[in-house]
């Protein structure tokens, strides 16, 4: 909802104050180096002489939800809050403002969705029991591959960057939508009248034009009970947070601070990538390798994922940026080469937090084929980390910026 700032506002706002898109490529780079290194450090917990303790610690109850529950439902709940900041700044006021813009980022999401959802289809389609884990390779994890191309440098342009990140909001739009039109358990009228309720109450304190952020994170705790409770997954009060959250759009600068939206979002950001995607790597990345047989390495689980994730998200992503170029539908991003274009369609093949999430809500009550989940992220994801950052590193730079 627009609202008028006062005259001076702009030039008391730092000329180079960063927009959260910017700081994001800085800090949500150095956030994914800290979850690649959680990940890596919940594997060695899970075999070693503390494998026990590990396991047991995050089954203990903390009132009414496990450590494992707090981590999944409520402060995933902040970081789908993020994303759904995100979302609504980059399309209302951002990077996806027009269509122009949202061409390119959301063919290429389309086509990374729904090519790793087919190839996973196409291994499991014999199994019905596994085929509802066909979306776990359809997403993409942004600080993880922002981290990547933080370690890369200059190699890589800053529109390849822009690029990537402008797809995986698109991306995670959609992992939005599946997780709450395929993952939902049976549900409560009541509560969901609760929900409805509350989020009207949020609408109203926006309409009435409400700057205030506690009223409106008063309400969100509110309504993640109720969501919570309805059978609707607790991370989707979120988004629905986010989406009532005030907007002003910029006015002659890169970003507004005295927006609502951007000082949550700023607020929100640092916690998410150094401290809520660590723990939710640290308490679901742990796989005890004395588990795995070779079996479960060519289950269709564990296949459908890791093919899904570096097949299916090079080919949908690549291919769909290619068919949309040479149609004249969008430009290459600028200063990019096709190899380079090609990495960055590699690394959307890391799908590990979203990933691990949808395929924790997919097969939650069968613990092998969570495991096998978790192997097929795992070997999936690394193979585009490696293959893709190879691809970056030796590709041609574009001749005008070399």
Known sequence: ??????????????????????????????????????????????????????????????????????????????????????????????????????????????????????????????????????????????????????????????????????????????????????????????????????????????????????PYLLLGVALWVFVLASGVHATIAGVLLALTIPLRPSVGTPDDPTSPLHILEHAVQPWSAYLILPIFGFANAGVSLAGITPRMLVDPVTLGVALGLFVGKQVGVFGFVLAAVKLGLAQRPNHATWPQVYGVALLCGVGFTMSLFIGLLAFANASELETETKIGVLIGSLACMAAGAMVLRLAPAHPARR
């Open 1 to 214: 909802m627009p609202l008028s700032l006062p005259a001076n506002a702009a030039s008391r706002a730092p000329r180079q104050r960063l927009s959260a898109l910017r700081a994001m490529l800085v800090s949500e780079a150095g956030g994914g180096l800290v979850l690649m290194a959680s990940a890596a450090l919940a594997l060695v917990v899970a075999n070693s002489p503390l494998a026990d303790a590990y396991f047991a610690g995050l089954e203990i109850h903390l009132g009414p939800l496990s450590v494992l529950h707090w981590v999944n439902d409520a402060l995933m709940a902040v970081f789908f809050l993020l994303v759904g900041l995100e979302i609504k700044r980059e399309v209302l006021d951002g990077r996806l403002r027009t269509w122009p813009d949202r061409v390119l980022p959301g063919l290429a999401a389309l086509g990374g969705m729904a090519a790793p959802a087919l190839v996973y289809a196409l291994v499991n389609r014999n199994s019905p029991e596994t085929l509802r884990g066909w979306a776990i390779p359809a997403a993409t994890d942004i600080a993880f591959a922002l981290g990547v191309l933080a370690l890369l440098g200059s190699r890589v342009p800053v529109s390849l960057k822009i690029f990537l990140t402008a797809l995986a909001i698109i991306d995670d739009l959609g992992a939005v939508l599946i997780i709450a039109l395929f993952y939902t358990a049976d549900l409560s009228l009541p509560m969901l009248g609760g929900a409805a309720v509350t989020l009207a109450a949020l609408y109203g304190l926006n309409r009435a034009g409400v700057a205030r952020l506690w």
